[in-house]
């Protein structure tokens, strides 16, 4: 297992976590397990938007779609397909809340079925996080 630690969290860059995490994906043994939250969830579809190296499964948790924060709009992966989630991974399952500060148009709408996701909708679990009570 590996946890990443992608360069300058307060004023995230694109550029630079998709160099972390196309260095981190060699790496991986056996089977392949992407988990993203909230800005990883678009830098995954970067990724995958720009045919990068594909794994097994891939879950993706709470992604955000507010434009009121500039690293997301930074992140907005524009012009990702279906097609392009697929090929990056064999198995894409989303899990977003309906309440989701982070996603007030929702997850479910915004990612889930423009790009044929497998997903479910966690009724009022914010954003998924320890703010929202969700683990320590």
Do not use: K
Not at 24 to 31: K, S
Not at 40 to 57: I, M, S
Not at 103 to 111: E, H, L, R
Request: net charge negative.
């Amino acid at each position: 297992m590996a946890y990443p630690d992608l360069p300058d969290p307060f004023d995230p860059q694109p550029g630079e976590w998709l160099t972390v995490l196309r260095s981190e994906l060699p790496a991986m043994d056996g089977e392949r397990i992407v988990l993203c939250h909230s800005l990883g969830c678009l830098l995954w579809l970067l990724h995958a938007r720009e045919e990068g190296d594909a794994v097994d499964r891939v879950l993706l948790v709470a992604p955000p779609c507010t434009d009121d924060l500039p690293a997301v709009v930074r992140f907005r992966p524009h012009h990702v397909t279906a097609d392009h989630v697929r090929r990056a991974g064999a198995e894409t399952r989303m899990l977003c809340s309906d309440l989701d500060p982070y996603c007030p148009a929702g997850a479910d709408a915004t990612f889930g079925r423009p790009l044929q996701l497998d997903y479910e909708v966690i009724p009022g679990g914010g954003h998924l996080n320890t703010d929202a009570g969700y683990g320590p």
